[in-house]
């Protein structure tokens, strides 16, 4: 089983940058499609952007399409995710979660799919 650790999160400004990293042990991560999810107090958790085992052409939602980049070192056994021109409305607490998937080139962006989480890190960008 793949134990997922995320990191990066912080305090920005508006209009800001921020990049998290999500850091897995346990199991083969290239095996694993992944995916960046947010949630916000009394809110359920919010899809932000799938990426498949092998990288290749990542899913965002609207929301922040243009703004993130998903991306993954396979061989560092990482997970990235690139955040520009940060809103307030962007704050939330973001999780990196994992899906063993038998396909190279599937991913998923429901929280259902999604088998393994890491402990998640806050994101606060101030207005």
């Known amino acids: 089983q793949v134990q997922l650790v995320e990191s990066g999160g912080g305090l920005v400004q508006t209009g800001g940058s921020l990049r998290l990293s999500c850091a897995a042990t346990r199991g083969t991560f290239s095996s694993y499609a992944m995916g960046w999810f947010r949630q916000t107090p009394g809110k359920e958790r919010e899809f932000v952007v799938a990426?498949?085992?092998?990288?290749?052409?990542?899913y965002y939602s609207d929301s922040v399409k243009g703004r993130f980049t998903i991306s993954r070192d396979n061989a560092k056994n990482t997970l990235y995710l690139q955040m520009n021109s940060l809103k307030p409305e962007d704050t939330a607490v973001y999780f990196c979660a994992a899906k063993y998937a038998w396909y190279s080139g599937i991913y998923f962006y429901t929280p259902e799919d999604y088998a393994y989480w890491g402990q998640g890190t806050q994101v606060t960008v101030s207005s």
């Open positions: 990426i498949s085992r092998s990288g290749s052409s990542p």
